[in-house]
């Protein structure tokens, strides 16, 4: 992470609540810059290196998942927090479809908010080296953890911190039914059945990247009752 103090961009056009965030954060000793607009926030993430960035849905002018979109684009590793009004599913997926690596309906708790946040920058603080290494292969994939990359059949991809940690949950517990409290306990640091839904929304990612027919997986296999298992032979 950049200095001591992580910095964090909020990008949240409701005053009072971005007040009151802001205000928490910073009584938790983060850095915190705030703008109203997902074009500001792009114009944010261009000049700046953030350690997390906590996203509206609902803003003026771009919304949050199109902004989503675009920071993915400038920066393929920052933790996004997607910050929704709205508990429909199609949002939730629409969010996490777009790069986003964790969500909150409001309006939501504040310690459960700040855990959150604790959770997502202590996972992407661990030094991330660019070394020449041995990429992961299965099928027709490759995978480097270290780069955070990915080759497929599609075409190189960027991987997120979230997906490199799941892969590599995936990789090292090969061939095992792992279950879904594990999975979110290892990659989010919380285990509850009310998130799994984001579980499962990020193996639709996977397959989407990395399996031949997304609808009919062969590397990443529901196992009913218990969760998910990983296996490079198909």
Known sequence: MNGERPQILLVEDEIHLARGITFNLEQ??????????????????????????????????????????QIRGLDSRVPVLMLTARSEERDRIAGLAGGADDYLVKPFNLKEFLLRVSGMLRRSAW?????????????????FLLSYRARTPQGEIDLTDLEVKMLSLFFHREGEAIPRGVILESVWGYSTDAETRTLDNFIVRLRKYFEPEPSKPIYFQTVRGVGYRFSRKS
């Open 28 to 69: 938790d000793g983060y850095l915190v810059s705030h703008v109203e607009s997902g074009e500001e926030a792009l114009e944010k993430v261009k000049i700046e290196r953030f350690d997390l960035i906590i996203l509206d849905v609902m803003l003026p002018g771009i919304n949050g998942f199109e902004v989503c979109k």
């Open 127 to 143: 030094y991330r080296p660019e070394p020449v290494e041995e990429g992961y292969r299965f099928g027709e994939n490759e995978v």
